[in-house]
């Protein structure tokens, strides 16, 4: 399972950052092959549990997208990786990669000479909770590997937050 999650968000990744986005039809690809893999290796009750961590994933993703911190291709790839894993996964990733992507989204600033245009982003979206301000951008879908690998290290570490 943490060999073909790691495939899913290597995937979107890839693609996210060729093209500043994540297709559609990256991501039906890629859910079929989680239905055909869950099948396989758990049969239906692989597919009633990723479906349950498949909501959790959308129910912390949904209100990002909406806030406009994740983009629409970030949340369903984070759902189909909720969809090819389980709820102490989901909920792991979905805290380091919060982490992970406010780190990425600083030092691109900062290396970019942007820092001062990240402040004024944060300070406009939090002030006026998102209306018409222009979002300082990061590849989410790094943040969302990245989180994935600290979750997995911690786990095999036997410090699971879960």
Do not use: C
């Not at 090819?84 to 990425?104: H, R």
């Amino acid at each position: 399972m943490e060999i073909f999650a790691t495939t899913l968000l290597i995937a979107g990744m890839i693609d996210d950052l060729r093209s500043q986005k994540i297709h559609n039809k990256l991501i039906l690809a890629l859910v079929a092959a989680t239905l055909i893999f869950l099948t396989i290796n758990s049969g239906f009750a692989g597919i009633v549990s990723g479906g349950v961590s498949f909501l959790v994933a959308l129910a912390f993703a949904v209100p990002l997208t909406l806030a406009k911190v994740l983009g629409g291709g970030d949340m369903k790839l984070f759902a189909v990786f909720g969809l090819a894993t389980n709820i102490p996964a989901v909920l792991g990733v979905a805290v380091f990669s919060l982490f992970w992507g406010a780190l990425l989204g600083v030092v691109r600033a900062g290396l970019g000479g942007q820092l001062k245009g990240l402040i004024l982003s944060t300070t406009q979206l939090l002030w006026t909770k998102g209306e018409g301000h222009q979002a300082f951008r990061i590849p989410y879908s790094v943040a969302l590997l990245l989180g994935w690998m600290t979750h997995l290290t911690l786990l095999h570490a036997g410090m699971s937050l879960w």
